[in-house]
C-alpha cells in the first residue's frame, strides 16, 4: 500500500517546480497562475506544509519532488511502520480468548444508577418525526 501511494506521489511530483530555501529546505510550487498553490518541504524534519507526510508516514508529491532534487531515494524516507519487520513484529504475539460476559465474575461494587430526568422549564420543543 505504501509503495502504491509513493508512486502516485512521484507521478504527481513531476508536475511540481522546486526552489531551493536553506541546506534541506525547499518550496515547492504546484499548478500555474491563480491555481498555484506552495508548499514548504523541509527534510531533515520530514515535514511538508500539507501535512500529508507527517499523516501519512509517506512522502507527499512535494517530498518527493525535493528528495528528488537531492538526488535521495524517497523510498528510505518512509516511516518505519510501513516496513516488512514492523508488520512481523506487531502480529508475532497470539491473542489469548476471552470469556463471554456470562463467564465474567459478579461484581461486588453498587450497581451504577443513571441520573434522576430533570423537567427543565419552559415550553418543551417540538418533536421532528
Known amino acids: 500500500m505504501a509503495m502504491k501511494v509513493l508512486e502516485e506521489n512521484t507521478e504527481r511530483s513531476m508536475k511540481c517546480n522546486i526552489f531551493w530555501n536553506g541546506e534541506y529546505g525547499f518550496e515547492v510550487k504546484q499548478g500555474s497562475g491563480a491555481s498555484e498553490v506552495k508548499q514548504l518541504v523541509d527534510i531533515n524534519r520530514k ?3 500539507c501535512r500529508a507526510w507527517m ?3 509517506i512522502p507527499c508529491a512535494h517530498a518527493v ?3 528528488h532534487f537531492k538526488n535521495l531515494e524517497p523510498m528510505n524516507y518512509i516511516s518505519h511502520w510501513y516496513s516488512n519487520a514492523t508488520y512481523m513484529k ?3 504475539y497470539f491473542l489469548q480468548p476471552v470469556l463471554g460476559m456470562n463467564m465474567w465474575p459478579e461484581s461486588q ?3 451504577v444508577i443513571p441520573p434522576h ?3 427543565m422549564p419552559g415550553r418543551p420543543k417540538k418533536q421532528l418525526s
Open 117 to 119: 430526568v430533570k423537567k
Open 109 to 111: 461494587n453498587p450497581t
Open 47 to 49: 515535514t511538508c506544509t
Open 90 to 92: 506487531t502480529y508475532s
Open 55 to 57: 499523516l501519512k508516514g
Open 65 to 67: 519532488a525535493a528528495l
